[in-house]
C-alpha cells in the first residue's frame, strides 16, 4: 500500500519553505508522492483575499518543476464552494482506491484549529495528520490537542523541517513594499511574480527578467 501525500494551503506565493517542508515529510513519512492541492476558499478563512487560482497553479507549476515526486492537484479548487477537507479527502480516497493511504501535510496552526474543521473524527479516520513545525514554532502538547478532538495525537506526527522561517504573507508584504525575495522562492515563481504585478510589485516588462522589488535576477 502506498502513501500519498496530500499538501493543502493557499500557497500565494509558494515558496523554498513549502518544498523544503513536502520534501521532508516524503522521506520522513515514505510518502511515494506529494500532491501539492491549493485550496479554494477556505471556509474558516472566508474574509481573506488570495490571489486567483491560475496565478496559484501556474506558481505552483513553476515551483515544483523537476521534482518527479511532486504532482499539482487542483481537486480542491474545482470542487465546490465552500469546500471542507473532509469531503476532499472522500472524494481523495475514491479517487487513488482503496489501495492508498493519505497523509494530509498541514502546518502546526492546523493543531490549533482542527476541532473547528468540519467532522475532525472522521478526516482522521481517512487520514493521518503530517504536521510541519517550522524553525522557532513551538510544540503543541498531545494532551491539548486529545482535549480539542479526543484521540487525535494517535494520528498526528511532528515533521520537523529545516529550511526558512518565512511565510506568504510575509513573502506579499516584501513584494508590496519592493524588497527582494530572492533565495526565497525559486528563481521562476520570482519572474512569474514580476511579470504579473502580484502583491502590488511593479510589474515587468520582460517575460524573465526582472525580480519583484525591480532587482535583476542573474540565472
Not at 521532508?24 to 471556509?43: D, H, I, K, T
Not at 525575495?181 to 510589485?201: K, M, S, T, W
Amino acid at each position: 500500500m502506498g502513501i500519498v501525500g496530500i499538501y493543502g494551503g493557499t500557497f500565494d506565493p509558494p515558496h523554498l519553505g513549502h518544498l523544503a517542508a513536502a520534501q521532508e515529510a516524503q522521506e520522513v513519512a515514505g510518502l511515494e508522492r506529494v500532491l501539492f492541492m491549493p485550496s479554494g476558499l477556505n471556509p474558516l478563512k472566508q474574509d481573506e483575499q488570495a490571489s486567483a487560482v491560475e496565478h496559484r497553479l501556474a506558481m505552483i507549476e513553476l515551483a515544483i518543476a523537476g521534482n518527479s515526486g511532486f504532482e499539482l492537484s487542483r481537486a480542491d479548487v474545482d470542487r465546490p464552494r465552500p469546500s471542507y477537507t473532509v469531503d476532499l479527502l472522500e472524494h481523495l480516497r475514491d479517487d487513488l482506491g482503496r489501495d492508498h493511504e493519505l497523509a494530509f501535510i498541514a502546518g502546526m496552526d492546523v493543531l490549533h484549529e482542527l476541532h473547528r474543521w468540519r467532522d475532525p473524527q472522521r478526516l482522521l479516520e481517512l487520514t493521518r495528520l503530517l504536521v510541519v513545525q517550522r524553525p522557532g514554532e513551538a510544540d503543541v502538547p498531545p494532551e491539548d490537542l486529545d482535549r480539542r478532538v479526543p484521540g487525535a495525537s494517535r494520528r498526528v506526527q511532528i515533521v520537523t523541517t529545516p529550511g526558512v522561517a518565512i511565510s506568504s504573507t510575509e513573502l506579499r508584504e516584501r513584494v508590496a513594499a519592493g524588497r527582494s525575495i530572492r533565495y526565497l522562492v525559486p528563481d521562476a515563481v520570482a519572474a512569474y511574480i514580476a511579470e504579473h504585478g502580484l502583491y502590488g510589485g511593479v510589474k515587468s516588462q520582460e517575460s524573465g527578467g526582472k525580480e519583484p522589488g525591480g532587482a535583476r535576477l542573474s540565472f
